[in-house]
């Protein structure tokens, strides 16, 4: 299963998934490339430094969106994917991106959806007050973090937790579950 990964930031995440298929966890799962939205990523370095292939489709490059948004797709389409998989990816893709990739866009998101969706998820969930909160593995649709669930799990808030100790939580556990989703999709793929 050939899969290109997203990201916009640290990709601690991705490096789980790049430790996953080095070990043999992933046997399936090929990442074909690493792509950023900006340039001096460390999810981007990282992945250099596995030998992985990497890009960035740099959003600031480009005076419209809707530009931005057809480069962003005709690179992924290059690597001829199975799966796009954002990864801490900041960005809402457009309408060609998602008709391109229909159902086989793939977003973490660290919360509970549909609650707390968008950008702050977890600094939301704990303004809220929420007791338990969490990620969610979906397919992407055109929304903001909307899109059929493949897994999700729930992780408590504790009483002292900040939002970087609470998203350092959920984020082990999105780590599992992007893994588990994967291979999910990869027996499946094997299996038709
Ligand atoms: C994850 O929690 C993801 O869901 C969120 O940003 C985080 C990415 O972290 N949108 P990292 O770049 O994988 O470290």
Known sequence: MRIVVLVSGTGSNLQAVIDAVASGELPDVQIVAVGADKHGTYGVQRSADAGIETFVVN????????EWNHALTE?????????????????IVGEEFINAFDGTYINTHPALLPSFPGAHGVR??????VKVTGCTVHIADAGVDTGPILRQEAVTV???????????RIKVVERRLLIATLADLAAKQHSS
């Open 59 to 66: 959003f600031k490059d480009y005076p419209q969106r809707s």
């Open 75 to 91: 690179k992924c389409l290059s690597y001829q994917p199975d799966y796009v998989v954002s990864s801490g990816f900041m960005r």
């Open 124 to 129: 939301d969930a704990l303004a809220y007050g």
């Open 158 to 168: 504790l009483p002292e937790d900040t939002e970087d100790s609470l998203h350092e």
